[in-house]
């Protein structure tokens, strides 16, 4: 079946312009992670989700992000006033009950703050 | 905290060498270890992952020993192929952790020529 979809894959957006980030997780998978990957780093984990609700908040670096998953399947990122430092490629992640530990990742968004 | 340290790169090696990448961790509890590769274009992919100490993760011709007396997860293949290239990340589940947070190590760029 379809894996992980994102989209747009790449954004460019000025400073404190607002962006949102589009997750398609692999259908009937329960869990739902985003994390930052900035240039030449590991993925750093952003939050969590387990179907619509968010168990997890803890890696989101300001009150200028925002994650959502209303239906338990679509999530969205939301990335308010970006600013320079937000350049990065954002991932998402699903993973299903029976394997929790094994995720699966999107190709990216790869956003450039100008 | 939890972290993941890995050998610095790029790594460039020749066709059928043997290729070793080196993983420490520092983590509460017993953690969860994992290799994940990200091949030229494509997503984040597991490679191989370990749950317990002296388990032997393997995939694709790659092995990765859970060492806990040394904390350590090296990656380690006999005979590398060009179709090797890529970049690597060995990444941890703390121990306890419901849910499959991911922390990764910065990655390792690994090139094989012909």
């Known amino acids: 079946g379809a894996g992980v979809s994102q989209s747009p894959r790449y954004k460019v957006a000025k400073r404190g312009q607002d962006v949102a980030l589009r997750c398609d997780p692999i259908s009937g998978h329960v869990s739902l992670f985003w994390y930052q990957q900035a240039l030449g780093q590991g993925p750093e984990f952003l939050t969590y989700f387990q179907n619509e609700a968010q168990l997890d908040k803890s890696g989101l670096p300001s009150d200028r992000f925002f994650a959502e998953r209303p239906e338990g399947s679509v999530s969205t990122l939301k990335i308010q006033r970006t600013q320079q430092e937000d350049s990065a490629v954002y991932l998402c992640a699903s993973s299903s009950p029976g394997a929790r530990y094994e995720q699966y990742f999107g190709p990216g968004t790869r956003l450039t703050v100008t | 905290g939890n972290s993941v340290t890995q050998m610095e790169g790029p790594v460039t090696l020749s066709e059928e060498a043997f290729l070793t990448i080196n993983c420490t961790y520092t983590?509460?509890?017993?953690?969860?270890l994992f290799w994940y590769v990200q091949y030229p274009g494509e997503g984040l992919q597991l490679l191989l992952k370990?749950?317990?100490?002296?388990d032997k993760g393997s995939n694709k011709g790659f092995e990765a020993t859970y060492r806990k007396e040394t904390t350590s997860f090296h990656l380690e293949k006999g005979s590398v192929q060009v179709s090797d290239s890529a970049v690597y990340f060995c990444?941890?589940?703390?121990?306890?952790?419901?849910?499959?947070?991911?922390?990764f190590g910065q990655g390792t760029i690994l090139t094989v020529h012909p």
């Open positions: 990444a941890l589940v703390a121990g306890g952790t419901s849910y499959g947070k991911l922390t």
């Open positions: 370990a749950t317990k100490a002296d």
């Open positions: 983590a509460t509890g017993y953690p969860s």
